[in-house]
């Protein structure tokens, strides 16, 4: 099953803050993060492993809850750089061996100036 | 350092010809390798992969088929292509342990008319 990813789209300001959530039916073993500028390849942003742990780069981290199977990509402090897509990948448990990923629908973020 | 090659970066084909799109990866032994397609406007959706040399799992029943004829090589193929096979194809690669990154190719564009 495909995660879900709210919202669909979001428009900032420069400097402004951004949630993007990304929810599962399944029992999670990891959690990826990518981004993707029109017309390129995704760039990987960040891993979480199951344990409920967040992770941060500079001004974009990220949380894990297991338990809920959710995760959530924060952006703070938005720069114009920030604009693409983004995408979540689940990792089950029972995948985990393949290291297979399924992503969700995406994430439109428009950073303007 | 590990890379990943895709070729061609563009395709324009007619309908109902066939298609090999080759995907390498240097640097790494045994990984894992992907296929996604991304329609325009759409998420990632994986179609094959691949743990090992022979070894091919399809995601999504279609008209497409992969190989991976030597360790660090992966190719998908069509014997006859149709309107709505055109996307952006994607391969990626990981290590192969549980909770590795994916990392991608620039992707082949590939256009059915």
């Known amino acids: 099953q495909q995660p879900v990813q709210s919202p669909q789209a979001v428009i900032l300001r420069e400097g402004e803050d951004a949630v993007i959530n990304c929810s599962s039916s399944k029992a999670l073993y990891s959690v990826h993060w990518y981004r993707q500028k029109h017309g390129e390849a995704p760039v990987f942003l960040m891993i979480l492993l199951k344990g409920g742990e967040q992770k941060g780069h500079e001004k974009i981290s990220a949380s894990f809850n297991e338990k809920k199977q959710q995760s959530s990509l924060y952006l703070t402090a938005s720069q114009l750089s920030y604009s693409g897509t983004y995408f979540c990948g689940t990792e089950d448990t029972l995948s985990s061996n393949t290291g297979k990923l399924i992503f969700g629908q995406g994430t439109t973020l428009q950073v303007k100036p | 350092s590990q890379t990943i090659h895709q070729w061609p970066a563009t395709l324009v084909q007619p309908v109902g010809s066939p298609l090999s799109l080759e995907c390498t990866v240097e640097?790494?032994?045994?990984?894992?390798l992907y296929w996604y397609r991304q329609a325009a406007g759409r998420g990632l959706q994986l179609l094959f992969y691949s743990v090992g040399i022979g070894q091919i799992s399809s995601e999504v029943p279609q008209n497409l088929s992969a190989s991976r004829p030597q360790d660090r090589q992966f190719i998908l193929s069509s014997k006859k292509l149709l309107l709505s096979d055109s996307g952006f194809y994607l391969c990626a690669w990981s290590s192969g342990l549980a909770g590795n990154i994916q990392y991608f190719g620039a992707g082949t564009r590939l256009s059915v008319l």
């Open positions: 640097g790494t032994s045994n990984p894992n």
